[in-house]
């Protein structure tokens, strides 16, 4: 497992950008599969974005397709999301999620065996 940390949360009107991070420790994070999952109220938590080091293979969920994009800066052991052109709709805790190497990015919640705290995106109308 490895420790993760994000930041980069706050309140935005709509239309506006938001950059998320997620920091590690404890393990180099290009030995995990990464990914960004997030929950609203009353709401399961769905995947968003994911990113496999291996092929270097990244995927997006239709919602946020065109509109945000993960990456990462293995100097600085950080996985960003970058989010542009928010909605209302993408108003939720937004969870870091890293899980075992593997050549496709997985988008099932069970597959990643580290969490970290949440950060709260707030997008305004």
């Known amino acids: 497992q490895v420790q993760l940390v994000e930041s980069g949360g706050g309140l935005v009107q709509a239309g506006g950008s938001l950059r998320l991070s997620c920091t590690a420790s404890g393990r180099t994070l290009s030995s995990f599969n990464m990914a960004w999952f997030r929950q609203a109220p009353g709401k399961e938590r769905e995947f968003v974005s994911g990113i496999s080091w291996l092929n270097y293979i990244t995927e997006y969920a239709d919602s946020v397709t065109g509109r945000f994009t993960i990456s990462g800066d293995s100097a600085k052991n950080t996985v960003f999301l970058q989010m542009n052109s928010l909605k209302p709709v993408d108003t939720a805790v937004y969870y870091c999620?890293?899980?075992?190497?593997?050549?496709?990015?997985?988008?099932?919640?069970?597959?990643?065996?580290?969490w970290g705290q949440g950060t709260q995106v707030t997008v305004s109308s």
């Open positions: 999620a890293g899980g075992p190497t593997a050549s496709v990015v997985v988008s099932n919640a069970r597959y990643y065996n580290s």
